[in-house]
């Protein structure tokens, strides 16, 4: 294992939830590597080691759409939290669900953000968790698996540099394998699945994998393909094929840049959001009930 990966692997320890000691050595390893030229190849593959972030507004909703109204609490928060406007990122402009898969995709957006995985801050998963509204870390060494973490609840996953393989069981984040064509890094998951979901109220549903804030979905049988190609020193082309035949007629594919964070301080900052939803989960647990004098 080289330097640099020994540098990025113990900030990615840090984001997963490192002791303080470890944050400590964390940014001794930082200030020292600032000044230090990060090398374009690692063992002959592009550098992708960094900090990440979309742009693209794919979090709200992978297919065209207006500006529109916050989906909850508009008469208290005004525009704040309004939805903005984007050409989308689908190929085609549209995602091609079956009939009877776009009733569940009508289901989730009518439930939206109550039964939003992000409002109860679960795990995003894949391909969701790339273009969120927070940044993410990419721990590449050399002839290593890599390492990719993101802010967003202290998520990360392992991308194991073999061949395909059927995982063992299903997780919110899935099981990713990885290899290289060319200077594309390629990534395969399977195996999304959050299993059963407890919404809101207590309620305990079958968990699907969504892809935005507008309910859009994939199923547990999904292979998602991942395609990272530097187009640039600070600029990635981050392209998805979905393959979901439980829920679309064809595979389909969707594709934006992906920039890299170029503050000199530029780090993945603690969002542990467990605190956040405890009221979205656990509020009818207290509702009418007199708190103690």
Not at 177 to 182: A, M, Q, S
Request: negative net charge; hydrophobic residues 40%.
């Amino acid at each position: 294992m080289n330097m640099t990966f020994k540098l990025m692997a113990t900030a990615a320890l840090l984001a997963m939830g490192a002791t303080p000691v470890m944050a400590q050595k964390a940014g001794k390893a930082q200030k020292a590597a600032a000044g230090q030229q990060a090398p374009a190849k690692i063992d002959g593959k592009p550098n992708l080691n960094g900090i990440w972030q979309s742009m693209s507004g794919a979090n709200w909703n992978l297919e065209p759409h207006s500006a529109a109204p916050a989906p909850a609490a508009q008469e208290k928060l005004g525009a704040i939290g309004a939805i903005p406007a984007s050409p989308g990122v689908v190929e085609g402009g549209r995602l091609p669900y079956k009939p009877e898969a776009i009733k569940l995709r009508d289901e989730n957006r009518a439930k939206t953000p109550m039964w939003d995985p992000e409002a109860a801050c679960y795990l995003p998963g894949i391909p969701r968790a790339s273009y969120m509204d927070h940044p993410f870390q990419i721990v590449q060494g050399d002839k290593d698996d890599l390492i990719i973490v993101y802010e967003y609840a202290s998520a990360s996953r392992i991308v194991h540099m073999k061949p395909v393989e059927i995982p063992p069981i299903d997780t919110w984040m899935g099981t990713s394998f990885g290899e290289w064509e060319g200077d594309t890094l390629k990534i395969v998951t399977l195996g999304l699945s959050p299993g059963d979901i407890k919404a809101p109220g207590g309620e305990l549903y079958e968990g699907v994998t969504w892809l935005d804030r507008s309910g859009n979905y994939i199923s547990s049988h999904a292979t998602v393909t991942e395609r990272f190609t530097p187009e640039g020193p600070n600029l990635i082309r981050y392209e998805v094929t979905v393959d979901d035949p439980d829920t679309y007629t064809q595979p389909w594919k969707m594709s934006m840049p992906i920039y890299r964070r170029m503050e000199a301080n530029a780090e993945l900052q603690d969002f542990r959001c467990v605190p956040f939803s405890e009221e979205l989960l656990y509020g009818d647990l207290h509702q009418g009930q007199v708190a103690p004098k």
